[in-house]
């Protein structure tokens, strides 16, 4: 085991998205099929292939609902989308 002194802590500091977490959550949860959320958050490509699939038959969506939810989902340029309590 390594003394205290040679364990070196990094801390990664992640910015976060000024895209709207609530607005995030409730595009995906009325109009998710359609990938209205996708072009909210700036990924207009994914959100084409959604529109054209129906949010991946539901499935997509689905997955997209839940990593808003946990604070996984990510905009444009990759900064996640946070509530304001995470």
Same mark, same amino acid.
């Given at each position: 085991? +390594? %003394? $205290?002194?040679?364990?070196? $802590? ?14 995030? +959550?409730? +595009?995906?949860?009325? &109009?998710? $099929? !359609? ?11 994914? @959100?084409?292939?959604? =529109? =054209?699939? !129906?949010?991946?038959? @539901?499935?997509?969506? =689905?997955?997209?609902?839940? =990593?808003?939810? &946990?604070?996984?989902?990510?905009? @444009?340029? @990759?900064? %996640?989308? +946070? #509530?304001?309590? #995470?």
């Amino acid at each position: 085991m +390594l %003394p $205290a002194n040679d364990v070196k $802590a990094k801390v990664i500091i992640q910015e976060r998205s000024p895209k709207d977490w609530i607005t995030t +959550l409730l +595009l995906c949860f009325f &109009v998710g $099929a !359609l990938g209205v959320h996708r072009f909210y958050v700036g990924k207009v490509g994914t @959100g084409v292939v959604q =529109l =054209l699939t !129906l949010g991946g038959c @539901g499935i997509w969506t =689905l997955i997209d609902f839940i =990593l808003i939810i &946990v604070g996984k989902f990510t905009d @444009g340029d @990759g900064k %996640p989308i +946070l #509530n304001r309590e #995470n």
